[in-house]
């Protein structure tokens, strides 16, 4: 499985963006879909998750903010981010995670969310 995620860029505090990521090989839509993010001498911390199903989870710091969404036809996962902070700033990878095979889990290679205050 590969993920290949895009929409990252440099945006001004309060401004909006929308990052995706797409699957690709052989899975299934039973996977969990999510977004996390690594921010500069932080460790990496889950943003938004979807099972199959359509239940979201999110951290509490994007509560309220951001939005994630999933397109199972089409094996690609959506986070739209809005009401950006510049703590936000951060490496965003979008993960695809097996719900009970815990070895299955791929990593797609980041975008760059910059945000500017």
């Known amino acids: 499985v590969q993920l290949q995620a895009s929409g990252g860029g440099l945006v001004q505090a309060g401004g909006s963006l929308r990052l995706s990521c797409a699957a690709s090989?052989?899975?299934?839509?039973?996977?969990?879909m999510g977004w996390y993010r690594q921010a500069p001498g932080k460790q990496r911390e889950l943003v938004a998750g979807i099972a199959s199903g359509g239940r979201t989870n999110y951290a509490d710091s994007v509560q309220g903010r951001f939005t994630i969404s999933r397109d199972n036809a089409k094996n690609t996962v959506y986070l739209q981010m809005n009401s950006l902070k510049p703590e936000d700033t951060a490496i965003y990878y979008c993960n695809l995670q097996h719900p009970v095979l815990s070895s299955r889990t791929y990593w797609g290679q980041g975008t760059q969310v910059t945000v500017s205050s």
């Open positions: 090989g052989s899975m299934s839509s039973i996977y969990v």
